[in-house]
């Protein structure tokens, strides 16, 4: 079974800091995902990522960086981090999707609380 | 551009009884359709998949998904639910018409509760 594991189940931070969640893989997949989950809002998508150091913004990428030196490890970072980014983040992973239709593997999340 | 829906945030339904979480859909190609499956504090787990083919789909724990390309629906449905069924279910949907984007669009989820 495809196994994604997030770091940090639950982390605190405080405003203006520089937060890192990790996310790593172990199906040797190409493609990796960051959404933040919030009620009523669903999952969007943070970045992605296709390949080692290949990245590409989603819906939301304001505040966020990303960096994939290894193909099983997909970061996500928050610059300064601010209380708006309080959230429950989700990694996801999958294979290259030749016909588009390869479901994601998910991580367990990070709840993320900046105050 | 492509979007979901899901109608519905709370679906209540009694243990033993038919259970149905709706989704629709915009694309503008072939649609690819997903539910996943949230139990809490932990990440989605994915239930089913249309692609092409039948309009039925089974997946995982007895689910099953109705697509109806007329009404541009694709509703999950359980003949039976039982308690632990209880959790929160997203619709995705990928366009198959965008070719070379990764991107899956998911509906803002419906929380099913099912009452012993």
């Known amino acids: 079974d495809v196994k994604v594991t997030q770091s940090s189940r639950y982390l605190v931070k405080r405003t203006g800091e520089k937060v890192f969640l990790e996310c790593v893989q172990d199906?040797?997949?190409?493609?990796m995902f960051w959404y933040r989950q919030d009620p009523g809002l669903g999952l969007r998508l943070i970045y992605f990522?296709?390949?080692?150091?290949?990245?590409e913004k989603g819906d939301i990428p304001e505040g966020y960086s990303v960096s994939r030196e290894k193909k099983e490890r997909f970061s996500l970072i928050l610059e300064s981090a601010s209380t708006n980014q309080t959230s429950m983040y989700l990694c996801?992973?999958?294979?290259?999707?030749?016909?588009?239709?390869?479901?994601?593997?998910f991580g367990d999340g990070t709840r993320l609380s900046i105050l | 551009a492509q979007s979901v829906a899901q109608p519905e945030d709370q679906v209540n339904v009694a243990e033993g009884n038919p259970l149905t979480v709706k989704c629709t859909y915009s694309?503008?190609?072939?649609?690819?359709l997903f539910w996943y499956v949230q139990y809490p504090n932990r990440g989605l787990q994915f239930l089913l998949k249309?692609?092409?083919?039948?309009?039925l789909v089974k997946g995982s724990y007895g689910f099953e998904a109705e697509f109806n390309k007329s009404q541009t629906s694709f509703h999950l449905k359980k003949p039976s639910a039982l308690v632990s069924d209880s959790a929160l279910y997203f619709c995705?949907?990928?366009?198959?018409?965008?070719?070379?984007?990764?991107?899956?669009?998911f509906g803002t989820g419906t929380r099913l509760k099912v009452l012993a």
């Open positions: 996801a992973s999958n294979t290259l999707p030749r016909e588009y239709n390869q479901p994601q593997h």
């Open positions: 694309v503008s190609g072939n649609p690819y």
């Open positions: 995705a949907v990928r366009d198959g018409a965008s070719s070379g984007t990764y991107k899956y669009i």
């Open positions: 990522s296709y390949d080692v150091k290949m990245k």
């Open positions: 249309y692609i092409t083919g039948d309009n």
């Open positions: 199906m040797d997949h190409e493609n």
